[in-house]
């Protein structure tokens, strides 16, 4: 009796023992709940974050597209001076491909003087030209015809596509050309699909059933012949997170997969995934996409690939290293057959096709057409004008398209002959193997269209822009703007007025003595302003500069285009003035111009990635000089040419070119100049060395050899100067005294009206009394009849 009182805390204990359970079990719920409902926030918080990710970029600015810079169009036409060589020669610049069947776009077919042409379709900053077939007939170097084939009517313009000269890349070097799916071969989506995600239509983002088939397929196959990854999943990958290999990666990976799915369409998705996709490397540009990938690998646009061309394509997307058809064809023709029978095995590919297809090689065009920098002294140039309206972003992500002023021939020819004239220097002087260097720039004389730049003995070289860095003293090419000033002071100066070339010293600022001598250390007396410039005497230009004061000629150079500071010291007069190439061109320019400044400019037009028209760089003229005494300067400087400094010129061109132009040469012979301008282009080069030590070379021995070898093989036009109504020419002796067309050694020179000398030759009065008595006796006579 007494034991059952004894057992009741054991029956306490139990049911403190079980309300202990359950009440963990309430905690652990709680918990769980807890747990679970921080997991969906945080999951929804990350979802929501996922999707905005996804929904920015993809509906934003999905990728950052380089600019491409192209030569200025080549327009043919009835009667232009075209060889058959040279029109060969520009199809193969442009890469057009020999087939006399003209099977596409960008091939041609010679027979003789006859072409027969499928032009490519481009839009043009005003317009698109399509692509059409046609003939061009050609007879005694100039185009006869030009007609549309299978047809008798004519073509008035045939414009062909611009080469495309360079490109500014984004930062990480992608370099992509977009297509619509549209414009996409059904060949290609059918291939890709094939390959690689043959559930494409009917998952959502994910599929286990295609990760599970890949794997049977590829134990069948004895290789990886199908990926696992959906095509969804693979544009997440490559458009949203970078190359790290981790679970979370993968998570994510599919998250985002699910989220493209849900807010977009197949196509959109696909669209992006053919856009996007890594399908090559050229140096340090990756080429993205199958529209870039067409060009580079096939030199056509997407839509025009054959089917053997297309799988060749997808077959590169599971390896396009490994599967490089240039470096590993034997490799790109097995995985391309692999795709061909897929292709089949899946309806997407008759069998006859994929045996038409499997006849050919790679196909692969020998020329990529792309280039970052084919030229990159003129694309520096191109770049720094653009900087004035566009952010460097904005030239590097937009995809512009920049027409350029570039004369694609013209610039090829003038490398050439700039590289082979500074060998032959190079070795003909002695001078040091390698060290000298030089620039050039060439504008069209009318209108300031900058056709071509060199920046180095190099011409390809991508590195110091001496034509745009190189500041160098110019010499002798500063005086044109001494005399400039005295003609545009007709009452105190003409061309036969005669200044003092003697020796001058001057005090400089430091108390010094500056002594300036002429090149032949020689004095020359009393010369005609005209001959001092011909024969470029030091002495004289200081002379006549000190009496004009140096202020103005410093606003003379101002006038003609300088922008840079200029200390008016006397040894500007001289020449004691740096300066760039580009810098002198745009001096020269005026003087070209007559008178009237236009701004030397590289570029047309910039149209946006869609084609739209951005902005057209329109010709800009004002008149900054009197045309008047810059008319009577470029005479004196045709004397340079005929009978100064300038004279060996006429060993390239014909006598009659009347070409104007000034040698420069700076002290100890360490810079070689050359500035002036034929009847259609304007050329300045310098020569020297970067370390500044001599070059060996005159204006006259150096610089000016390059330019008339360039300008013998690029100028077609003489210079014909517009006299201005209110120049005459009159005639005078050798001493500047008023003459006529009888006497001995008399001369013709233009003269601002009023100006003209009054003072008569001795010849003048001696021909008069001559005439007189020849006129008497002629009287006599007939009276005596």
């Not at 050309?177 to 094939?194: A, C, F, M, N, Y």
């Not at 003909?428 to 504008?443: D, F, H, N, P, S």
Request: proline fraction near 5%; charge should be positive; aromatic fraction near 10%.
């Amino acid at each position: 009796m007494m034991a059952k009182p004894k057992s009741k805390p054991k029956k306490a204990k139990k049911n403190l023992s079980h309300s202990a359970v359950k009440q963990d079990r309430r905690l652990f719920k709680r918990l769980f709940a807890c747990l679970l409902i921080g997991f969906l926030l945080v999951f929804s918080i990350y979802s929501a974050y996922l999707d905005n990710i996804v929904k920015t970029q993809f509906e934003g600015k999905r990728w950052e597209l380089a600019a491409r810079v192209y030569a200025n169009p080549v327009d043919i036409y009835q009667g232009l001076t075209l060889s058959a060589s040279q029109l060969e020669s520009l199809l193969n610049d442009l890469h057009y491909q020999y087939s006399n069947k003209l099977p596409s776009t960008g091939t041609y077919y010679r027979s003789g003087d006859v072409f027969s042409i499928r032009t490519r379709g481009f839009e043009f900053f005003d317009g698109r030209e399509a692509s059409s077939r046609i003939r061009i007939r050609l007879q005694d170097n100039m185009v006869s015809s030009i007609r549309k084939l299978g047809s008798a009517t004519d073509v008035a313009l045939l414009r062909l596509e611009p080469v495309q000269v360079g490109s500014f890349y984004p930062k990480h070097k992608e370099d992509r050309l977009l297509v619509k799916i549209s414009e996409v071969p059904r060949t290609l989506i059918d291939g890709l699909i094939t390959i690689e995600d043959r559930d494409f239509y009917q998952h959502y983002g994910i599929s286990i059933k295609s990760i599970l088939r890949a794997l049977w397929v590829n134990i069948q196959a004895g290789g990886v012949v199908q990926g696992g990854s959906t095509l969804t999943q693979q544009l997440v990958k490559n458009f949203y997170l970078s190359s790290e290999r981790s679970l979370w990666r993968k998570i994510k990976e599919a998250m985002m997969a699910l989220i493209l799915e849900f807010r977009y369409q197949k196509d959109d998705i696909l669209e992006a995934y053919i856009n996007e996709v890594f399908l090559g490397q050229d140096g340090e540009r990756s080429i993205n996409g199958f529209g870039m990938a067409s060009v580079f690998y096939f030199n056509k646009p997407l839509i025009e690939l054959k089917p053997h061309q297309v799988a060749l394509l997808v077959g590169l997307v599971k390896g396009p290293s490994y599967y490089d058809p240039r470096r590993q064809p034997q490799r790109a023709l097995k995985r391309r057959n692999l795709v061909l029978g897929e292709m089949v095995s899946e309806g997407v590919l008759p069998p006859q096709q994929r045996n038409i297809a499997q006849r050919y090689g790679v196909d692969i065009s020998p020329i990529k057409r792309l280039s970052s920098s084919r030229f990159p002294a003129f694309l520096d140039l191109v770049k720094r004008q653009l900087s004035r309206d566009y952010q460097e972003e904005e030239l590097r992500s937009d995809g512009l398209n920049i027409f350029s002023t570039l004369d694609y021939s013209l610039q090829t020819q003038a490398e050439k002959i700039f590289k082979q004239t500074l060998y032959s220097l190079n070795k003909r002087y002695g001078i040091e193997q390698g060290k000298l260097q030089g620039a050039m720039v060439i504008t069209r004389r009318e209108g300031g269209e900058v056709v071509a730049v060199i920046g180095d003995r190099n011409p390809r070289f991508d590195g110091f822009n001496r034509a745009l860095d190189a500041i160098r003293p110019i010499g002798s090419l500063v005086k044109p703007a001494v005399y400039l000033t005295a003609l545009s002071q007709p009452s105190r100066y003409t061309l036969t007025s005669l200044i003092d070339d003697s020796s001058i010293s001057l005090k400089q600022q430091s108390g010094e003595l500056w002594q300036p001598q002429n090149y032949d250390k020689q004095e020359h007396g009393a010369v005609s302003l005209r001959s001092a410039l011909a024969h470029s005497y030091n002495l004289a230009t200081v002379r006549l500069g000190m009496a004009l004061k140096v202020p103005r000629v410093k606003r003379t150079l101002e006038v003609l285009g300088l922008r840079r500071p200029i200390e008016p010291y006397p040894s500007l007069l001289l020449g004691a003035l740096s300066l760039s190439p580009v810098e002198v061109a745009q001096m020269y320019q005026t003087l070209a111009g007559e008178g009237f400044f236009t701004p030397l400019r590289s570029i047309q037009s910039v149209t946006a990635n869609d084609n739209m028209a951005l902005q057209r760089y329109a010709l800009n003229v004002r008149q900054v000089a009197n045309p008047s005494a810059v008319y009577l300067l470029n005479t004196a400087l045709q004397g340079v040419m005929n009978e100064g400094t300038g004279r060996s010129a006429y060993q390239y061109l014909p006598a009659d070119y009347g070409l104007v132009g000034k040698t420069g040469t700076t002290d100890e012979l360490r810079d070689s100049w050359f500035a002036g301008f034929s009847g259609d282009y304007l050329a300045v080069v310098w020569l020297g060395r970067d370390d500044n030590k001599p070059s060996k070379l005159t204006g006259a021995s150096g610089a000016l050899k390059v330019w008339s070898k360039v300008m013998q093989a690029i100028s077609k036009q003489p210079v014909h100067l517009t006299q201005p109504d209110d120049v005459e020419y009159s005639w005078v002796d050798p001493f500047g005294r008023r003459a006529n067309e009888f006497c001995a050694d008399a001369v013709q020179y233009p003269y601002i009206k009023g100006s003209a000398p009054l003072e008569d030759s001795p010849c003048v009065g001696a021909i008069g009394e001559t005439l007189e008595r020849a006129g008497n006796w002629f009287n006599d006579l007939m009276n005596s009849r």
